[in-house]
């Protein structure tokens, strides 16, 4: 079984920065499509990040130029830095995993707990 655990959620003022971590665990495999996703209060989720082994990182157009993921193979772990952030920033956020094979995400999608970042005008 594959664990997911999201850290490094704050309240920030407009324009600063946060680095979200996401350490895997169990059986979690670096080789696995990842991706960051995220919840506002009322709103439904949406994706931020999706880092697919082999075919690259794509971001959502609302955070392209401000959200960079990068992965940490020997730790295993997954980062998000967020960068100009926005009040409509503000999220629950999580981090997701499936199985990859040859640039195909596969299987049941395994979440983290979340971790809330509050961006304030």
């Known amino acids: 079984q594959v664990q997911l655990m999201e850290s490094g959620g704050a309240s920030v003022a407009a324009g600063g920065s946060l680095r979200l971590s996401c350490a895997g665990s169990?059986?979690?495999?670096?080789?696995?499509?990842m991706a960051w996703y995220r919840r506002a209060a009322g709103k439904e989720r949406e994706g931020g990040a999706f880092i697919t082994p082999g075919a690259g990182t794509r971001y959502r157009d609302s955070v392209k130029g401000r959200f960079t993921s990068s992965k940490d193979n020997a730790n295993d772990t997954l980062y998000l830095q967020m960068n100009s952030l926005k009040p409509e920033d503000t999220a629950m956020y999580y981090c997701?995993?499936?199985?990859?094979?040859?640039?195909?995400?596969?299987?049941?999608?395994?979440w983290g707990q979340g971790t809330q970042v509050t961006v304030s005008s």
């Open positions: 997701w995993w499936r199985h990859n094979s040859a640039g195909n995400c596969y299987g049941e999608p395994v």
């Open positions: 169990g059986r979690y495999s670096n080789t696995g499509c």
